[in-house]
């Protein structure tokens, strides 16, 4: 069930991605997440906004600009709703290290996809 949920939320976000695919270039940055699942396993993903097109990579980056450690459910909510992001950081359910002032741009590329 996890993996068809990350799997599913993979797609979600190499969509949005290629939507605007422009306004991710133009933010330029990494965001590295360390996603948990239910089973207690750590799964690495990067939305990379330097390369042309922005991807979604399957491995750890080096110098991300900020990581963010979540659980997949919580990945799903957020993704859902962006705007849930602070709530869930100060409910300690995210994790965050690097440029946390970045995330918002990361916020706008998915509230309008």
């Not at 965050?96 to 002032?101: R, T, Y």
Request: charged share 20%.
């Amino acid at each position: 069930m996890s993996s068809l949920l990350l799997t599913t939320l993979e797609k979600e976000i190499s969509d949005v991605l290629k939507l605007n695919a422009r306004q991710a270039r133009e933010i330029g940055k990494m965001f590295a997440f360390r996603i948990t699942t239910p089973d207690g396993f750590v799964h690495d993903r990067v939305i990379d906004c330097t390369l042309s097109p922005p991807m979604l990579l399957f491995a750890n980056q080096p110098n991300p600009n900020v990581t963010v450690e979540i659980s997949l459910e919580d990945l799903k909510i957020l993704l859902e709703n962006p705007v849930l992001g602070m709530q869930l950081y100060f409910q300690n359910k995210i994790r965050i290290s690097g440029d946390a002032h970045s995330l918002p741009e990361l916020e706008k590329i998915f509230s309008s996809g």
